[in-house]
């Protein structure tokens, strides 16, 4: 329904664009809560996020790109969709000895290493398996059960991926989220979600698409004005300074005429004119942010780590490789 905006509404815009306009960029306070203190280091697959403000000490296990593919009768009518995932993976080499691997084993003895380290919550952060199979899902649950350590699950682009199938990728993302990925969330919401452990809150947004919703943003401009310590999990990487659209979510360069793997993974190409606004702006609040300890993200299948703003972003190296990233948290300054 259109609608005269009324005047005083009109006036108030004008003021607040005109205000906005003559406000030099870098000087613009940060709303909400003053910056917690906070600092990182990094150890091999070791990081370490200390703030005064962690109740206690502790460990939380990240596992990103495990990219299992066993599938069974089930996927039969989709192996058109899921043939050439299916096969991208089926035996590794491992990330440090070079010796032969394969994606369950690596999945297995990162479990057995979060026992080990005693991680009180394992994040899964995406392209868990290679495509939609439930015979993988199932497989992967049952690990989880099994290692009883409790576990958080935001989505790669491959999880809820049949290459090929039409649509716009943000219903086959719903569809097959729902219909096979469903106990990788347990009960908690696809998009976005949150766990809260030791004073520290453990914050998952999707960005598979490589674009955030504004239902997402919303979620995110929440957890910050909380001022509670955040620990942000997303699959694809956030764009920082001299890197490729690998690190595709808020890249300035990722579009249409940037997307280079569109045929291969029979998707539609990326969006003409790049990002959304509202992905733009995600970027932008998520290295403002004043709580934000660090974001970990997968997708690259390579260990980076950015700082943007004093903010780390920590890119585990792939799980399909026997790699998997420990975070401990340090109560101190
Ligand atoms: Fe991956």
């Known amino acids: 329904m259109g609608m005269q905006p009324d005047r005083r509404d009109f006036i108030s815009r004008s003021l607040l664009a005109a205000t906005a306009l003559s406000a030099p960029a870098a000087a613009a306070p940060a709303a909400g809560p003053d910056k917690i203190p906070s600092s990182f280091a990094l150890d091999g697959n070791r990081v370490r996020l200390f703030s005064p403000r962690i109740a206690k000490g502790f460990t939380v296990t990240m596992i990103a790109d495990t990219h299992l593919f066993r599938d069974d009768e089930r996927d039969e009518a989709f192996r058109q969709f899921s043939g050439r995932m299916a096969g991208a ?37 995406g392209d868990i398996v290679s495509f939609p199979s439930q015979a993988a899902v199932e497989w992967a649950v049952a690990r989880l059960r ?62 598979s698409t490589y674009e955030i919703l504004p239902e997402q943003l919303e979620f995110f401009r929440e957890q910050v004005a909380s001022g509670v310590p955040l620990v942000l999990f997303v699959h694809i990487p956030l764009f920082a300074p001299g890197r490729d659209t690998g ?34 702006d995600f970027h932008r609040e998520v290295f403002a942010a004043p709580n934000l300890l660090g974001v970990f993200a997968g997708h690259i299948h390579r260990a980076s780590l950015d700082v943007v703003n004093g903010i780390p972003q920590f890119v585990g190296n792939a799980n399909a490789t026997g790699a998997f990233v420990e975070i401990e948290l340090v109560p101190q300054a």
């Not at 958080?152 to 649509?167: C, K, Q, R, V």
Request: proline share 8%; aromatic share 10%; hydrophobic share 30%.
């Open 146 to 207: 099994e290692a009883s350590i409790p576990w958080i699950y935001t989505a790669g682009n491959h999880d809820w991926h049949y290459e090929g199938m039409p649509g716009p990728l943000d219903s086959l993302r719903a569809t097959w989220s729902r219909q096979r990925l469903a106990p990788l969330y347990q009960q908690a919401p696809p998009l976005m979600s949150v766990r809260e452990l030791h004073g520290v809150r453990f914050v998952t947004i999707d960005d």
């Open 89 to 125: 993976y089926n035996s590794t080499r491992h990330f440090l000895t070079g010796q032969p691997t394969n994606p369950e084993q690596g999945f297995v003895e990162a479990l057995q290493a979060a026992k080990t380290s005693k991680s009180e919550l394992v994040a899964l952060v």
């Open 247 to 280: 690190y595709g979510c808020g890249h300035p360069r990722w579009g249409a005429a940037s997307d280079t793997g569109f045929e291969v993974e029979r998707r539609p190409k990326w969006r003409e004119g790049g990002h959304t606004r509202t992905t733009l």
